[in-house]
């Protein structure tokens, strides 16, 4: 696994932690760190999911602020815990990390949701980030580029639960 793959997975993990637990402020860093050291002890690149985790954490309201207006047919609380932290993850890096091209950073988001999330996991983060993506290069904020977006199905076409 590359390096920044495995530490976006670290991070990713982190979040979901976090969220579960209730995005207490000062918790975020020892679970970074407790996950690192548990999961990549020699890891070289820790810093790197130390800045997502921190930089997710320190812009969380206006992340989940763009998920509710690209995802509008799904409330946040709704979607699974994977999914809103991987879409977390990608947003960070679309929108507060400019040494990463967009691209790359909608693809890794795609990767971990299809890793980690459900059968419609990869498709949905897709539509988010490429919406968010698609209004960041026309400069403008309209809504109805992602009015189509549908959060992810289970086996039975029912919403996935959150996690």
């Known amino acids: 696994m590359a390096n920044r793959h495995l530490a976006r997975t670290i991070a990713l ?27 990549a002890p020699d890891f070289t690149d820790a810093d790197f999911s130390l800045q997502i985790v921190e930089g997710v954490a320190d812009h969380v309201p206006d992340i989940d602020a763009l998920i509710v207006k690209y995802a509008p047919a799904w409330p ?15 947003i960070y890096e679309l929108k507060y990390a400019p040494d990463i091209p967009p691209k790359v950073a909608i693809n890794e988001a795609i990767e971990l949701a299809k890793t980690f999330g459900g059968d419609s996991s990869g498709r949905f983060v897709n539509g988010v980030l490429g919406a968010i993506y698609k209004d960041m290069e ?26």
Request: aromatic letters at 8%; charged letters at 25%.
């Open 76 to 90: 946040l609380e709704q979607i699974t815990m994977v999914d809103r932290n991987v879409l977390r993850i990608g």
């Open 138 to 163: 026309s400069g403008d904020g309209r809504q109805s580029s992602a009015a189509g977006n549908q959060p992810p199905k289970d086996e039975g076409g029912k919403p996935e639960a959150g996690g």
């Open 13 to 39: 993990q982190t979040l979901y932690q976090w969220d579960f637990h209730g995005k207490s402020a000062d918790a975020w860093r020892a679970m970074t760190e407790r996950n690192l050291q548990e999961f």
